[in-house]
């Protein structure tokens, strides 16, 4: 099991930016992917941004070009730059490893986009 913490969220006004931070308790260099997830009230969790091992990317279409993924194995550390934040990017944000981990998720991380 590897406990997962989210931080570096708050408010910030469209077109600003910010970078999430998410440490893991244990090594990360064993999970092939480490990835992004969001959620907005009322809607589902969607995947937003993933990265392999070797530094492979792959983002949403809805931020493809504003976001960027990247990782630490060496401080077991996962980042997501954010910039030109969008109204629509307001959600509470996690990470975790890829599949096939179905351990617990961490309790993320709020970004409210707005003026």
């Known amino acids: 099991q590897v406990q997962l913490v989210e931080s570096g969220g708050g408010l910030v006004q469209p077109g600003g930016s910010l970078r999430l931070s998410c440490v893991a308790s244990?090594?990360?260099?064993?999970?092939?992917?480490m990835e992004w997830y969001r959620q907005a009230p009322g809607k589902q969790r969607e995947l937003v941004a993933g990265?392999?091992?070797?530094?492979?990317?792959n983002y949403a279409d809805s931020v493809k070009g504003r976001f960027t993924i990247s990782r630490d194995n060496a401080k077991n550390m996962v980042y997501l730059q954010m910039n030109s934040l969008k109204s629509e990017d307001t959600a509470v944000y996690y990470c975790?490893?890829?599949?096939?981990?179905?351990?617990?998720w961490g309790q993320g991380t709020q970004v409210t986009v707005s003026s």
């Open positions: 244990g090594s990360i260099f064993r999970f092939a992917v």
């Open positions: 990265i392999s091992s070797g530094g492979m990317t």
């Open positions: 975790k490893p890829g599949p096939p981990y179905l351990g617990s």
